[in-house]
């Protein structure tokens, strides 16, 4: 069985996301894998979901998506804030729970920490080493590349986190730091399988 | 057997975050429920966690109370930006996977578009009635609270997402909204169970 795998990450609100979709899928085919993508149609979608809204299906068919497939790679870029987007790091909490390996990567390899100043600029205030926002919440310092749940949980499954510094006009139309994650996934899976 | 709630936010990093978790639990309890915070101890660490770094463990353990949990309340109050804080909104797609209710709750009630388009300002364009980032990307107009997974996930698993509106300076520190979605969470919990 080729192992299929879900492509998590805001390239959806990209306007030539189908396009770019296809071009995902065409590397993940390149080493083996298929990739699945969150704009995909399902095989059937359920009677049941006809009265739904769209967003209530498309969280539907994106949650269906995840399950059938084998592995997920999330792109973890900041999205509008530092963090990654976090309707693709529910995408990650949810295969995580699955016990399936997930993947992230990002095209800054800035920290979080870093990130996080940056973002909050005069409001960041420094106490006995340690960070604060304005509102006196404290700034993460582990030293990882986000919320420490996702550097956990990709750790934790056997999966990598993949981050290369890229010029921001790049940042979102860039495949290369997918394709060097592309590569750890079927690695990676290889190694499962044997 | 006493329901098992996981309070899952970015009050952690309030300064007073444990006895604000204390105070949590009170609630949960008024309500006939028990709530278990982030910052709790397990009864038992794996001895094989004693090898890795501070970051890793808690992630270890936060998964470890999500599935001792029946169901999940997330903190929904936007974090650094126009979203939730991603360690919850990770927690709760995990939760959400585990097929238990998840519930969320935010302070303010300003609907995700206006608060996306609040925080990109003049980078926000609109074309067609669709608004769009400076990068292009497509920016959420489904009326929600936040990314549909989110929401999607809360109303497909039978919880509810209550918000109100709080002035600024009351946004980390009031009880009230937690407190009504501890209403709701017993509710539905004691529907389940009858």
């Known amino acids: 069985m080729i192992p299929r795998v879900y492509l998590a990450g805001p390239d959806v609100f990209l306007a030539d996301a189908v396009p770019r979709a296809e071009q995902a899928k065409a590397i993940?085919?390149?080493y083996g894998l298929i990739g699945v993508s969150p704009l995909d149609a399902l095989d059937e979608e359920p009677?049941?979901?006809?009265?739904?809204?769209e967003a209530a299906r498309i969280h539907l068919r994106n949650e269906a998506h995840i399950r059938s497939c084998d592995a997920l790679i999330a792109n973890l870029t900041p999205f509008r804030g530092p963090s990654a987007d976090v309707g693709t790091v529910?995408?990650?909490?949810?295969?995580?729970?699955?016990?399936?390996?997930?993947?992230g990567y990002a095209t800054t390899a800035v920290p979080f920490l870093a990130r996080s100043l940056a973002f909050l600029g005069p409001a960041a205030t420094s106490r006995d080493g340690a960070w604060y926002d304005g509102a006196g919440m404290l700034?993460?310092?582990?030293?990882?590349?986000?919320?420490?749940?996702?550097?956990g949980a990709i750790s934790a499954s056997g999966g990598v986190?993949?981050?290369?510094?890229?010029?921001p006009d790049r940042r979102w139309s860039d495949f290369s730091v997918f394709e060097d994650c592309v590569v750890q996934v079927a690695a990676r899976l290889a190694d499962r399988a044997a």
């Not at 009677?47 to 809204?53: E, N, R, T």
């Not at 700034?139 to 550097?151: K, P, Q, T």
């Not at 986190?161 to 010029?167: G, I, N, Q, R, S």
């Open 28 to 30: 993940c085919r390149r």
């Open 47 to 53: 009677a049941a979901w006809s009265g739904l809204s």
């Open 90 to 103: 529910f995408e990650l909490g949810f295969m995580r729970a699955l016990g399936r390996p997930v993947f």
């Open 139 to 151: 700034v993460e310092a582990f030293g990882l590349s986000d919320n420490l749940m996702i550097d």
């Open 161 to 167: 986190l993949v981050t290369a510094e890229l010029p």
